[in-house]
Every structure is written in structure tokens, then in C-alpha cells.
């Protein structure tokens, strides 16, 4: 007797299930479901929208306040938006528990689509910082948030898989943000960085009105205050360290496309593609260090040298060798190497260092006090910037602060010369100044207990 056999489009059905079987097995090893990883893919896209937001920014920025004619967008345009965001994070966690995550995304969301349209529309200096300050406004609960809706769709063992794949948002947006930026700089223009952000962020939009639950999440049961998690040596010295990283390697990333496109006299686009060497020495060594912290290996070294790295690209830049394409390769690649080395293990240390139920505000703290010192890192050097600049007067009746990369290539030789010395003296004390700051870091990760001792 034959068996019956199954109708054709039964057959095509579970040919189908059978072939999507193998995917949905690889979503389980990470706690995911097809809907939660739909989820956590289209929030990524704003995270990615908001990251894009500061490198492709600060690669146009020449072009920029040669177009306003303003120099002081050179400080406000970045310290603007990093102010904005970082003010923002301990209020975006606390409404969060109250309102609900989903609430609170949507209006994360549409604070940066809003900044983003106003940028793009901006047609003078103060609208331009304006849009810059609710773009941060915007952008500063994406990361919160996606990192809070991470801890409740993926189970503890699997989180640091997804959470990887989080970080990989952050490694695009620094490898493509820069050749990006000088791209537009020098083709479809300055304010295409701020339209490219739209598609990125609706995707978001409607991904999170569409997928998150809209339940309000429950509040912690006993919450810990930042002051009394600082007191435990570990958070204590691993965001000490970390501020006083962020204060010194950001506050010279943030103006290097300027440095290289106005005193090496790089195109933007070419000015992006040499900060290739930077990120691929930070994507590299994240990396590395990733899998060494995996392996319980010499934490605490690996902080100090990386803070030891990030001093020593400083000091290349700050003593002229950075003058050149050989010196300043090697100082780039030494810089992206040192913060590779310390910005994720950082808070591995410092959740490390607490107990389950101070994760959360052992976290968000180091992140406050680590953009802290990014934004006052990057303020002081664009004040100092500034000021020297001003200070310089002008070059062939143009003054110094609204000199462009394209003004630049047109210039003669003798004037070309004299903007790039101008630049050079600006920038080289500010960057002398920052190499203390990453040696304090430096000291203050020596202090941390070895890793295999690290105790709360």
C-alpha cells in the first residue's frame, strides 16, 4: 500500500519551515525571537543615525563655518550636541521606569528627526546650533534606551553576544562617518549630513510603534544612588580613568579632521579616509581586548596601556611629527589603538566591581561622567582653537577662522603655508595640554585590583 502523499502546496509549506528552521535556532542561541531581533535591529538604525551624527559632522565642520562665516560653530556645532546628549541620560532612565521605554523611544526619536530637518534647513549659525541642541536632546536616550530594552529581551548569559552586536553600530559609524562627511563636504554638500539621517531614524520610528510592548517596566526594588556606588574602589578608579580618557582622546578626535584638512591640507574626503587609521587601529584592538577580558586576562594593564597609547599619539601630534603623512599615520594609528584598549573594558571593570542590583546605576554613572569628560575635553580645545585662531588675525584679507579646504587648495603657496603655521600653532598646545590628562588616567587605572581579584 502506498503512502498518501502531501498536496504540492503542503510540501512547498514545510520545505519552508524546514529551511527557516536553521535561522531560528540561531536566533535562540542568543535569546532572540524573530520579533525582538526585528526590534532591536530597527532601534539600532536610530543609534546608528545618531552616531553618523557626530563623525559625519565633525568631518564637514571646515566646510561648514566657511559657509556660515562663523568660527564659533567650530566649538558650538560639537559641543552643542554632546552637551545636549549627555545632559539628558540620568532623565531619559528615570522617565523611562515611569512612562515606559517605548513612550519614552518615540520621543527620543522625533527629538532627533526634528534637529535633524532644522540642521539641514539651518541657514545661519544660531539655527544651526539650535538644531544641534535638540538633535542631542533627541540622540541622548537612544543608547540608554536600547541598552535598557537589550537587558529585557535577552537573557544575562547571551546578553554580551547582542550587546556586541549593539557595539558594531558604534564601529560603522566611526569607520564610515569620516570618508563620509568629506564625501559630502566636497560633492552634495554639508547639509546632506543632516538628511541622511531621516531614513535611519523612521526606521526606527516605526519599528518601535510597531514591535516594543507598550507595558510600563517595574521599578527596581531598591535603587542605588551614583554617590554610593562610587564609593566601591573599582567604579571609583575605572570612571575616573574613563572621564579623564574621554576629556583627552575626544577632545582631540573631535577637531582631528580639521587639524589634518588645515594644517596637512587634505581634501575632507581625503582627511576622512586617513582616520581610517585611527578607527581600524580602535576597531582592532576592541577586538583584542574583548577577548582578553573573555579570558580573564591583565585587565588593569590593558587600561594602562591603552591610556599610556592614547598619551603618546597626543605627544606625536603635539611635537610635529603629526606635520606630515608620516608622522601622523603612526600617531593615529597609536591613538584609535589606546582608546580600542579601554573604552569597552571600562565598564566590564566598573560592572564588575558591583552587585546585581547596582548594575544598572554602576553603568548609567560611568556613562554620565565618562560624556562629561568628553564634552569638556572637546569645549576647552575648541575655545583654545578659537581663540588662538581669532588671536592670528588673517591670511590675504580672509580671516583665519572661516578659511576652508577648498579656499585652501586655491590659495598660493605662501598663503597656503601661513594657514597651515597658523593651525599648527593653534592645535599643538591644545594637544601638549591633553597628554597629562591621559596620563591621570593612566594612574588612576593602576589603581584598580588586579582582575582576578576584583572584588565590589
Not at 578626535?253 to 580639521?258: I, K, N, Q, R, S
Not at 576622512?272 to 585611527?278: D, K, P, Y
Not at 597651515?420 to 591633553?434: D, E, K, M, V
Amino acid at each position: 500500500m502506498s503512502r498518501p502523499t502531501a498536496p504540492p502546496e503542503a510540501a512547498d509549506a514545510a520545505d519552508a519551515t524546514d529551511a527557516a528552521a536553521p535561522r531560528e535556532k540561531g536566533l535562540a542561541r542568543f535569546g532572540l525571537t524573530r520579533r525582538s531581533a526585528a526590534l532591536l535591529v530597527g532601534m539600532s538604525a536610530a543609534l546608528l543615525a545618531s552616531e553618523l551624527a557626530e563623525t559625519v559632522v565633525a568631518t564637514a565642520l571646515p566646510t561648514i563655518a566657511a559657509d556660515l562665516g562663523d568660527l564659533r560653530l567650530l566649538a558650538l556645532v560639537t559641543t552643542g550636541y554632546l552637551v545636549a546628549s549627555t545632559a539628558v541620560l540620568p532623565a531619559y532612565g528615570w522617565l523611562s521606569d515611569r512612562y515606559g521605554r517605548r513612550r519614552l523611544f518615540v520621543v527620543a526619536v522625533a527629538l532627533f528627526l526634528v534637529g535633524s530637518v532644522l540642521g539641514a534647513l539651518a541657514a545661519g549659525p544660531v539655527t544651526l546650533v539650535l538644531a544641534r541642541l535638540v538633535q542631542g536632546c533627541g540622540a541622548g536616550g537612544l543608547l540608554v534606551l536600547v541598552q535598557a530594552e537589550v537587558a529585557v529581551l535577552v537573557p544575562l548569559r547571551q546578553r554580551a553576544a547582542v550587546m556586541s552586536g549593539v557595539g558594531a553600530v558604534f564601529a560603522t559609524a566611526v569607520i564610515a562617518g569620516p570618508p563620509l562627511g568629506g564625501w559630502l563636504a566636497s560633492g552634495p554638500g554639508w547639509r546632506w549630513a543632516f538628511w541622511l539621517n531621516l531614513p535611519l531614524a523612521l526606521g526606527a520610528l516605526v519599528a518601535a510603534v510597531a514591535l516594543m510592548p507598550p507595558g510600563r517596566p517595574e521599578r527596581q526594588a531598591r535603587p542605588r544612588s551614583p554617590l554610593a556606588v562610587l564609593r566601591r574602589r573599582q567604579v571609583r578608579y575605572a570612571t575616573a580613568g574613563g572621564l579623564l580618557l574621554g576629556a583627552s582622546s575626544f577632545g582631540m578626535l573631535v577637531y582631528l579632521p580639521t587639524y589634518l584638512q588645515l594644517v596637512l591640507g587634505l581634501s575632507p574626503a581625503w582627511a576622512g579616509v586617513l582616520m581610517l587609521a585611527l578607527f581600524g587601529g580602535l576597531g582592532i584592538l576592541t577586538v583584542v581586548a574583548a577577548q582578553v577580558v573573555r579570558r580573564n586576562g591583565p585587565v588593569r594593564a590593558l587600561l594602562v596601556v591603552g591610556a599610556l597609547a592614547v598619551a603618546g599619539g597626543l605627544a606625536l601630534l603635539a611635537s610635529g611629527a603629526g606635520g606630515s603623512l608620516v608622522g601622523v599615520v603612526p600617531a593615529l594609528v597609536l591613538l584609535g589603538a589606546g582608546i580600542g584598549c579601554v573604552w569597552e573594558v571600562v565598564v566590564v571593570v566598573v560592572q564588575a566591581g558591583v552587585v546585581e542590583a547596582e548594575v544598572g546605576t554602576a553603568t548609567g554613572t560611568n556613562n554620565l561622567l565618562r560624556e562629561i569628560g568628553v564634552v569638556v575635553g572637546t569645549g576647552l580645545v575648541g575655545a583654545w582653537v578659537t581663540h588662538r585662531l581669532i588671536s592670528a588675525g588673517t591670511v590675504s584679507g580672509v580671516p583665519l577662522g572661516t578659511w576652508s579646504p577648498e579656499r585652501l587648495a586655491a590659495a598660493t603657496p605662501a598663503a597656503q603655508a601661513e594657514v597651515s603655521t597658523a593651525y599648527a600653532a593653534a592645535f599643538g598646545p591644545a594637544f601638549w595640554a591633553l597628554v597629562p590628562v591621559a596620563l591621570l588616567a593612566a594612574a588612576a587605572f593602576s589603581r584598580l585590583r588586579p582582575w582576578s581579584r576584583a572584588q565590589a
